[in-house]
């Protein structure tokens, strides 16, 4: 089978702009609630892609730890690559991809850490290997070897165990505030619905429809 020949028709579902609600966020509570009991492998994993202070792009996949009318939360080290790249330019995306739902969200906006309090219950809330491997992992920095890693780990957590840590300074959260959320619902034919939100002025969301 040739790689251009791989393709799959979608018919599972429509979205209109009568079954969409005028607040974005409460029409991601309502795929969000059917994305969880659809049974979804690691439904809360989402692509978040940044871009460098010189323009290039980079993706990621990343979990979504909550969400609300403030924005998407993730967690991560922010001296990683998407880390330094947000400290230069805060503007983000975050994609989800549920093809058990033949859907879509695409999300875009900028990218402000969340508070110290709010990190420090995240991490208190991980399990252990969790929290000792946020200590051990210089995140995106060049290593000789895994045996580096593993001793790093090994070493941090026997400071664990003498004295319990608390969250390292060089590891938190990031809430992405967003001006654009995108719905898309596969349909037959590729011409797929996409609903989209836009941030206005005057506290309002725009939506309308875009071509597939």
């Known amino acids: 089978m040739s790689i251009a020949s791989i393709r799959r028709d979608y018919s599972l579902r429509s979205l209109t702009e009568a079954d969409t609600h005028p607040d974005p966020f409460r029409q991601f509570d309502t795929w969000w609630a059917e994305a969880l009991s659809s049974d979804i492998d690691e439904v809360n994993a989402m692509t978040l892609s940044t871009v460098s202070a010189e323009g290039r792009p980079s993706a990621r996949v990343v979990l979504l730890k909550g969400y609300d009318a403030a924005g998407f939360v993730f967690f991560t080290n922010y001296e990683s690559r998407k880390g330094r790249e947000l400290a230069d330019n805060p503007h983000a995306s975050l994609l989800f991809f549920w093809k058990e739902l033949e859907r879509q969200v695409r999300i875009e906006g900028t990218c402000a850490k969340v508070s110290p309090t709010e990190s420090d219950n995240y991490y208190a809330s991980r ?70 939100y836009e941030w206005r002025a005057k506290d309002e969301w725009r939506r309308y429809r875009l071509a597939p």
């Open 127 to 196: 399990p252990e290997g969790s929290r000792i491997g946020a200590w051990a992992s210089p995140q995106s920095r060049e290593i000789p070897s895994r045996k580096i890693l593993e001793e790093a780990f090994e070493e941090w957590t026997e400071t664990h165990r003498r004295q319990p840590m608390d969250r390292p300074p060089h590891w938190g959260g990031y809430r992405l505030q967003p001006t654009a959320i995108e719905f898309w619902q596969g349909r037959p034919n590729r011409l797929h619905d996409r609903i989209r």
